[in-house]
């Protein structure tokens, strides 16, 4: 099949989100000006730069001071942002904490996570999570218009601080395989990261 994207798919859902997969899931923590804590998981989430390091996740709104999620209004508010990646221990809870609530619920709570306080920010971080990134606001891109979306907004944050869970260290490496990332497929479908090889870049052999 061919789908000309400004025109109807005519399937029963979006086949892009099937394409570009799998996606690491953004577990966003931030607190919301009055200090209400907020949690919610993006796979529209990624690295952007290694030096310094920096990340990204992007959000439904129209425009700025609005969000379909509460969390780039929280981060455009307060400057800051904790990620944490999720692995397959706590998949359950990062599906709860995507449930649609209005901005004073606590997803912590909603979840039945811990927080745990950060080092660098005021954001709290995920108790328990195999990694948690401590970020500060760089910008936001407000992304063009679709014909039934008013588009979508891009954070983007500095990564200051890196928690890393001591049991998923190995020989000075993370140990992907010891905390399984849960990835987005598209549709309602996920994976997990549990089949990995090594493939040395050309020049880089022996």
Known sequence: ????????????????????IPRPIGWISTLAADGT???APYSF????????????????GAGVGT???????????????VSAMVGFDHLDAMNESSASVAPDVDEFALAGLEMEPSEMVKAPRVKGAAINMECTYHDTIQLPAGQNHPGNRVCIGRVVGIHIRDDIMKDGFIDVAA??????????????????????RPGAKG
Do not use: Q
């Open 67 to 81: 969000d379909v999620k509460d969390s780039i209004s929280n981060v455009e508010a307060t400057g800051e942002f």
């Open 37 to 39: 804590p907020n949690l």
């Open 179 to 200: 905390f399984r990332p849960v990835a987005r497929l598209g549709y309602m479908d996920y994976t997990t990261v549990d089949n990995i090889f090594t493939l040395m």
């Open 1 to 20: 099949m061919f789908w000309n994207t400004s025109e109807p798919h005519g399937l029963p859902r979006n086949p892009f989100k099937s394409c570009v």
């Open 45 to 60: 989430f990624n690295g952007v730069a290694d030096d310094p390091p920096m990340v990204m996740f992007s959000s439904g």
